[in-house]
Every structure is written in C-alpha cells, then in structure tokens.
C-alpha cells in the first residue's frame, strides 16, 4: 500500500528538523559570528531550489523508483553507480543520525550507560524499521512531526525573552570572512532535501501531486530550524556560542515559565529521541532499498543485518566519541555531502535537459 | 524459529530500554540547594554544600521540632574531589540539577575563579540559570546564615535576587549572563555582591552568629579576577546608565528646603555613538517616570523635575569620571562600539586604553514626574 503525498511530505519535513540545531550553531557562530543568518538565508534557498528541482525530475517518471531514475536519466552504468552512491550517502547520514544520539544521550543524560547498549538499541530499531518499510514509518512521522514542530515552537516562544538583540549587531558583515565555510554548514544538514526524490516512488500516483504544498512544508521546517540556530546567538552571543558543544539543550534548559514550569528539556529531549529513532529509520531503510535496486538483491534479511554489524563497527572504530563525530561532520562531510547535495543533482538536471532537447530534436 | 526470534529481540530491547545504569531513585538523592566556594590556602578549597531536607517544606509542619543540619564543608585541591568527597557524609546521591545558587567567596575571587569556574561550567547537570554571587568574607558563612521566610538560604538569598531589589544596586546574573560577559573578549563580566549583617540592623557584621545575609552592590571581574567593587552610588549610576534601574527604587534629595522623596515607576536608557573629528562621544540619554513621595512645601513639579535630574545626572557624570580614571569600561562601551560602528571600533580596539579615558560623555537625564501621591493636604505653618 502506498503514502499519501501529506505522510511524504511528513516524512521529509522530520528528517530536515532534527539535526541542524543540534551542533551546527556553535560552527556557524565561529565562521559567522552574529552573521549566521545569512548563510541560513542562502543555504535554505539552495536547499529549496535543489528540492523543487529533484521533486519535479522525479515526478517525470511516476513509476520508477530512484534508481531506475537514475538509469533513465544518466545511463545504465553511470545511473547504477549513482544509485549505490546515493546508497552509500545515506548510510552515512544514518550512521551520523545513530551516533548523534547516542553521544548526546552519553553526555548528557545517561553518563553511566554504556554507549554500546544505547548504540545496540538503536541500531535494532533501525533493522526493524526496515522490515516495516517506508510506508509503516511515513504514516508515524505525521503524529511525531506535529508533536516535534510544536515543542519546536515552544521552545523558540519561550527563549524570547532572553534573548539580547544587541547581540545580531552590526547586522551586516562588514567582510566575506568564513562566509562560504559558514554556509556549507547549514547547506550539509538542509541538502538532505534530496531525500524526496527517494521517498516519491513510495507515494501514491493517483493522488493529484500537490508540488506546492510539499515544498511549503519542506519550507516550513527549515524555517523552524532556522529561527533556533538564529536564537541561539540572540541568547548565547557569539563568542560563548562557539564554546558550547549542544547550544539548543542548553538554550532549551533556560525556559522557565513561572516558578511552577520548570526542566522542560526533557519533552524536547523525548520527542526530539523519537523523531532521530525514526529519521536513523528511515535513512536505514532508504539505503537498504537503493542497494537492493541497484543489485536487483531478493534474499534481504541477512544482508541488512550484515549491514547493521557493518554499521557498528564503523561507528565503534571511526566515529566513536562525539569529538570523533563532530570532527568528520564539520572537517569532512559539510564538504563530501556537496556533491550528493548540489553536485549530483546539478548534473542530473542538466542530463534530463540535453536528453530531451536531443529527443525533442530527433522527434522534429 | 520465528517464534523463538522475535521474543527474543523484544527481550534484549526490554533489557535494554530500562537504562538501569542511570536510574535514580527519588528517596536515594541529595538535591543540592546552593554551593559555596572558598579559597583557603593556594591550591585548597573549602566547599559548603547546601541541600534540601524535605520534611522542613511540608506543609503539615517538620516531622521533628529539632532543627535539621543541612549545610555541611568540605575542604578538597579540587571542587570536584570536595563533590565527590560528599558522598561520605551523605547516605543519598548528590545531584546539582535542582541548584539555585553558588556563591563565590571574595578571597578565591580576588585570585582567581577561572579553574573553579570552569568546572561549573563543565558540570552538565548544574543549569545555566543558576544565580551567583560574590561573599564579602566567605561563601560558608553566608549558607550558614540566615535569610527571613526561607529555610534554606541558598534559596533565600536567590529570591531576595530575584524579587526584592527595590533599591536598586545590583543586577541579577545567572551562569548565563556571566559567560555571555566573561567570553567577550572586549566584555568585563559582574555578580552582586553578598554580605552579613546584624539580624536587628542592616549593619555589617563579621560573626555567623545572629546574623542575616544582605544583597547589595555589584563587584565586576576580568578573566576571572576581581577587578572592582562598586559602591551602592556606583552601582545605581551603573543601573540607570543600563535602564536597568528596578520600578519603586527611591530616591532621596536633601534640597535645603527639604527633602525630595521620589519613587521610580518605569526607566529606560538610550545610547547615541558621534564621531568627530576621529573623537567618538557617547551621548547616553536615561529616562525615568517617577512619583513623589515627598516634597519640600510649594516646590512645583518642573522644579522636582530639574532637581531630581540633575541629582541622577550628577551620580552619572561622577561614576563615569571614575571609571575613565581607573580605564575601567564597566558600561561596556567597547562591546557597544563594536556592535554599531564596526569601522570605528577596528580603529581605536588596539589603543582602547588611550581612547577610554578621553572619551567624551554626555548625559541627558529627563525625569517624568507621573503623580505626586496627593493623597493628603499639605497645610502650610
């Protein structure tokens, strides 16, 4: 049974509102200082352009899955190879996703918990998530973006009055410094915009395609994301900004409301476990299934279970502590992830175009 | 198989879920309450700890009549060997989660604070809303003084920062504002100031005994050191050239005639940056809406007015002089500089010393004066 192009769009808006604020802000204050907003400003625009224009090459081929695509647009030898690198991408944006919460909930919470238990957790969802498929995790994002996007809100609602305005002065840089550095940054976590052209195959062609509405969501969510990574210089300024490892948990444990409503962080924490348990989910299951049309695999099961052994020993071994993991984000995959953000989809783009000028030519 | 498999899997999951390396049982934990800090020989601290007892907060009254200890110092090289060194004496977990203050004593300030600090600041449980303040004397006196209302001082001494400073000499400063200030390279960073007094007169006094605790001042820090401690003149000048200054804060003017008792009900501070002739001025313009509480016989409201204005205009002009004399920038003129004249401020930032001292002020005070309380006749003798 095939999603809706809501539960889709759901989807996606989920995977966009869960990382970006997570280390990201501390980054953008050390390349941008008070300035962050305009790299999120033109990362979102990008990030919008790249997923309308995936969207739209997508739906030309409404029966295809992503790999097929792929085949279709770029050739059969170049399009498979795509697809097990699209694979391989979103592997690791799950091996990422896994590892961010599981060093945040070490940090943080559960000091005393060894972390291979949270990881071994973690990783069995992620298994089980594959075995539902897509569409059973579809239709739980919609429940669990409402409940993320509100406490989003909240929490963006509830710092306003600690935040200092003088601290986004002098509004405009005065210089380019650490500009394209600082907007590669958001650009890493919001290219994952490109997740729509492997989550469409899985919707429903009857369904009248509502293109606006998905990229208002989309839209949405990065709108959200952003306004926190900008609050976090309005509370922390930017030279303490730089200093914090989890700016958002520590913005978030500063809401007080009364003497009565205190330590909310724990609904944001829950949630916000909730929605990267789904996300690692779904990157696992959008990975296994590239693999498996790429190399037209029938038996699974202990492929993905291999995989999974795979995936924690290369986070035990390369990623292993948050140091580890913010060192490969930020030194290395800001920069990797261009080419499956802006890269990548450049060129597909620019090959479905010349393809049907040159069918449009011959048919004249 | 797939019988046996899957409850299997559910099992492990189960085992896994309870995080029973983690778990805290709410009868097994100390809440700490408040924190002091002391340096007492160069590498030793002495550190009180201030916890809840909760039969002290019930309502139906304390299970005992005998008073229940609940402040107890530990002397360590190290604040967190002294946090650990607590689990000796306490059969329940320490945890700092719910901490609402750590006061810092004056003699670790005046060395410096930044490796005690630190380690606060690392502590992920202890919050960044937690209020702080310098102890004239030691932060152990202070946990073991006294505070009206409130059992527990740590929690006293947070409410009278919170919710009284109706004289307005202070400013509240949590964890956050501090390192906001201390991270700034071009920032001094501030906490009000704590001391003992006579439980019968707000006069200080060196003896724990009898003895109430009084929040008043602010003492300003560089990277971690004491640098000054401003008088209450200072502190308020201080207040009104931030707009911070609190609504019913009095002031009291001996004109020759009489007094003139004013009240504040609402301030606000603007500043205007100038530059000529590459001499930047600061031209900061306080306003401030008052009420009379009392006024020398048949002086009109625009005389209440200029006195009441120049009385502030004068506290200003007089600290600032000051502060210029001493090339203390205890108004954070260089992060206002730097926040809007970025082009100024990357001329004068590597002569700052020279600049701050000529720095041209100038004050405009306009005082409001919103009602007289004429509540009764004044009768002429």
């Keep these: 049974m095939k999603i809706t192009y809501g539960q889709m769009t759901a989807l996606i808006m989920l995977t966009l509102s869960v990382q970006i604020y997570v280390f990201a802000p501390s980054f953008m204050a050390d390349h941008m200082g008070q300035h962050l907003w305009i790299s999120l400003i033109i990362s979102i625009t990008i990030s919008m352009l790249v997923g309308w224009g995936m969207l739209n090459l997508s739906l030309q081929f409404p029966d295809k899955s992503f790999t097929e695509v792929l085949k279709k647009v770029t050739g059969k030898y170049p399009g498979t190879l795509l697809s097990f690198l699209y694979s391989c991408y979103y592997f690791i944006l799950f091996l990422i996703h896994t590892q961010i919460i599981v060093t945040m909930f070490r940090t943080l919470f559960l000091p005393r918990t060894p972390s291979l238990a949270t990881l071994l957790l973690v990783l069995i969802l992620a298994l089980y998530c594959s075995f539902l498929g897509i569409e059973v995790l579809a239709r739980a994002s919609s429940m669990l973006l409402i409940l993320l996007t509100s406490i989003l809100l909240f929490l963006i609602v509830a710092v306003i009055p600690e935040v200092n305005l003088n601290h986004f002065q002098p509004l405009l840089p005065y210089s380019m410094e650490g500009f394209w550095s600082g907007t590669l940054i958001p650009f890493a976590h919001y290219g994952q915009v490109v997740v729509i052209s492997s989550l469409l195959p899985f919707a429903n062609k009857n369904e009248i395609t509502k293109q606006p509405r998905i990229m208002a969501g989309i839209f949405f969510s990065l709108l959200i994301t952003a306004l926190i990574v900008i609050q976090n210089i309005g509370v922390f300024d930017p030279y303490e900004l730089r200093r914090l490892r989890y700016p958002t948990v520590e913005l978030n444990t500063l809401i007080r409301v009364g003497e009565f409503l205190e330590r909310t962080e724990i609904f944001l924490v829950t949630l916000w476990a909730g929605a990267v348990m789904l996300v690692v989910g779904t990157f696992f299951t959008i990975s296994w299934t590239l693999l498996k049309n790429t190399f037209h695999i029938k038996k699974s099961k202990r492929i993905r279970v291999a995989m999974m052994v795979i995936a924690c020993t290369v986070i035990l071994l390369f990623i292993p502590n948050s140091n580890a993991l913010v060192s490969f984000i930020f030194d290395q995959w800001v920069y990797l992830s261009l080419l499956f953000h802006l890269g990548i989809p450049l060129t597909l783009g620019l090959c479905y175009t010349f393809r049907r000028k040159v069918r449009g030519h011959a048919a004249r | ?381």
Aim: glycine share 2%; aromatic share 8%.
């Design chain 2, 1 to 381: 198989m797939q019988h046996v498999r899957k409850p299997a899997v559910i099992m492990l999951c189960l085992l896994l879920l309870t995080a029973c390396w983690d778990r805290k049982e709410i009868s097994d934990v100390n809440f700490i309450m408040g924190m002091g800090i002391d340096l007492i020989e160069d590498d030793t601290y002495r550190v009180t700890f201030q916890w809840a007892y909760p039969p002290q907060f019930s309502t139906e009254g304390a299970a005992s009549s005998q008073e229940e200890n609940t402040v107890f110092s530990i002397e360590a090289d190290t604040i967190p060997l002294a946090m650990a060194k607590l689990t000796e004496i306490s059969p329940r977990v320490p945890i700092f989660s719910h901490m609402e203050l750590i006061a810092l004593g004056e003699e670790l300030l005046s060395k410096n604070a930044e490796d005690v600090i630190n380690v606060i600041d690392r502590e992920f449980e202890i919050r960044r809303t937690v209020n702080l303040v310098m102890v004239k004397g030691t932060a152990e006196s202070m946990l073991r003084a006294e505070t009206p209302f409130e059992k527990v001082e740590a929690t006293g001494i947070k409410e009278i920062i919170q919710l009284s400073n109706r004289s307005s000499t202070f400013e509240k400063v949590n964890l956050n504002v501090f390192f906001n200030h201390e991270t700034d390279p071009h920032s001094l960073s501030y906490i009000p100031i704590a001391e003992l007094v006579s439980d019968t007169a707000l006069h200080t006094t060196d003896s724990s005994e009898s003895s109430w605790i009084k929040v008043e001042r602010i003492a300003f820090l560089e990277n971690y050191r004491l640098k000054r401690e401003l008088s209450a003149r200072e502190a308020r000048a201080w207040l009104f050239v931030r707009g911070e200054v609190r609504d019913g804060t009095i002031t009291q003017i001996n004109t020759g005639n009489g007094k003139l008792v004013g009240r504040s009900i609402a301030q606000s501070t603007s500043k205007k940056l100038d530059k000529q002739k590459d001499q930047p001025s600061l031209t900061i313009s306080v306003e401030e809406k008052v009420s009379i509480i009392d006024k020398p016989l048949a002086m009109s409201i625009v005389k209440m007015e200029e006195v009441l204005a120049n009385s502030v205009k004068e506290q200003i002009e007089e600290t600032i002089a000051k502060m210029q004399e001493e090339n203390l920038d205890i108004f954070f003129i260089r992060s206002f500089i730097r926040h809007k004249d970025r082009k100024l401020w990357s001329e004068i930032k590597d002569e700052w010393e020279e600049v701050y001292p000529r720095l041209d002020f100038k004050v405009q005070v306009d005082i409001d004066i919103q009602h007289e309380n004429a509540l009764r006749n004044q009768i002429p003798e």
